[in-house]
């Protein structure tokens, strides 16, 4: 750490106190750009950066650090920010807010994020209380094909259907809810956003870190899913993996929404993540490839509702 004291000081400080939570701080220097001059601002960022943040979630950290110690009037090493407004996140709760997306439940439970209409269907006919239909497709009437199907497999079942991506096809259709990452949250229009809202679709927003989860809470989605916990090889992620106590401090950070776990989960981690309180722990291959489908869904399902051993 370049920093001279008192920065240096706080910074060492957060690193002492946080390594054993988070992991070994980095043994490199880590360089750092700043947005302030003040000292528990650029403390904490470079701590965060030397706990393994990216510098975008370091930054964040580093303001809300900053807030907390004027909020409180003392700074505190030890106490890692979790209180929304030091973030600059909108009050709760939800139903409160005018930009607020319909709400769904606080606790979806188990989320399978399935391929096409026909394992929708199977899972909701298992009692999986919550599916995607994650579609891969450039075939534009494909894809409204499986919506459709998929809508119609949950039909009369306890199922909410949430679909990924192609929101206008979703909405369209009746769906209950749909799903965006990042970059599709970002290249929406404002008049786009208020079309969604408007149509009384649930909304879930992808999130990997500090940055993403201000960026998802400026819209008031229904519910905001974090990941990857765990290392996945389904899809290259821009970020390494989250894992359990950074699951528990965006856990308690966004304390306000319903909350979804995704990446790299299995029944030998769910204790733990379900240990954070996340209401619903989402899943893409633990379903479709178990020899078992709707045994391994049940138990799944079980330890995720009743908080028991997987």
Known sequence: MTETNPTQAMAL???????????????????????????????????????????????????????????????????????PQDFGMKPFPLVERKDAFAAC??????????????????????????????FKSDDAAAI???????????????????????WRIAI????????????????????????????????????HGYAEMLRADAVSPSYIAMGAVFPTTLKKMATVPQGVARLDAYARLTRGYPQVAI????????????????????VVRAIITAPDPEGTAARWQAAISGGKKA
């Open 105 to 134: 439940p606080k606790n979806l439970g188990l989320y399978a994020v399935l391929p096409d209409a026909a394992w929708v269907g199977r899972c909701a006919r298992a009692g999986v209380p919550t599916v995607q239909l994650r």
């Open 144 to 166: 409204e094909r499986e919506v459709r199907a998929s809508i119609e497999a949950v039909r009369g079942t306890d199922s909410l259907l949430f679909i990924n991506d192609h």
């Open 13 to 83: 400080a957060i690193v002492q106190a946080h390594t054993q939570r988070f992991g070994a701080a980095t043994a490199t220097e880590v360089p750092a750009l700043f947005g302030s001059e003040d000292p528990v601002y650029r403390a904490a960022k470079l701590a965060s950066l030397k706990l393994g943040f990216i510098d975008i979630d370091a930054d964040v950290l580093g303001r809300a650090w900053q807030a907390q110690t004027q909020r409180t009037g003392q700074f505190d090493a030890s106490a890692w920010p979790v209180a």
């Open 263 to 282: 990446g790299g989960i299995d029944e030998a981690r769910l204790d733990e993540v379900l240990a954070t309180g996340v209401g619903s722990v989402a």
């Open 172 to 207: 369209a259709a009746g769906a209950y809810g749909v799903h965006l990452g990042q970059e599709d949250l970002d290249a929406l229009s404002a008049e786009e956003l208020r079309e969604i809202r408007s149509s009384g679709v649930r909304l879930g927003v992808s999130t």
